[in-house]
């Protein structure tokens, strides 16, 4: 397995965080990565590593506005309704607001149907203005959070609430995102609620 597109911190890097200097763990690790990463993303309601999208379909709404699968975008945009390339600009079919990820048809509605739009598109962190890498306290919190699953997943504490081995009694009271992960998130928050 390998680590997909959107993973904040490598599998390298994570190892050494936690101290760990062989391979037998490291299928369980990548998955943790993956799903802490994904779990970052939709806490703060945009793609925080920049990820490339090609060719990816859409379903048109029929409104005017449609929202992108990830934000900020970076760049320009491919994208294409029912075959016809479009343009972006106020006098052209299109405008992209990057930041929101959202695109508005300047004249009429999208198309309505499935996979009306072909889309490729750049969306992360780094496409924010001026661009920027994943900041030290996002990545920190990173390795946190996969320890913190890394050690559930050793202790299969995966949801207990408390447990009891004879005169030993342990209690697991978190269940998702750590408070100071969810803190740090809740800082870089851009989107949403």
Not at 109 to 116: D, I, R, S, V
């Amino acid at each position: 397995m390998a680590l997909s597109a959107i993973a904040l911190v490598s599998l390298a890097e994570e190892k050494a965080q936690l101290g760990i200097t062989d391979a037998a763990m490291d299928a369980i690790l990548e998955g943790l990565i993956d799903a802490v990463s994904a779990a970052f993303n939709k806490e703060v309601d945009f793609t925080l590593a920049t990820t490339t999208y090609t060719n990816v379909y859409l379903d048109g709404n029929g409104r005017s506005v449609l929202y992108l699968p990830a934000a900020p975008v970076g760049g320009a945009i491919g994208l294409a309704e029912d075959g016809t390339t479009l343009t972006e600009g106020p006098d052209k079919d299109f405008l992209l607001y990057a930041d929101e990820g959202k695109i508005v048809k300047v004249n009429g509605t999208w198309l309505l149907g499935p996979k009306t739009l072909k889309l490729t598109m750049r969306a992360g962190f780094e496409c924010f203005t001026p661009p920027t890498t994943l900041p030290a306290d996002i990545k920190q919190a990173a390795f946190k959070q996969v320890g913190y699953e890394y050690s559930r997943f050793l202790n299969k504490d995966w949801g207990t609430e408390s447990r009891s081995i004879g005169d030993r009694s342990v209690s697991t009271k978190q269940v998702g995102l750590i408070e100071d992960v969810k803190a740090v998130l809740r800082y870089h928050r851009r989107f949403g609620l």
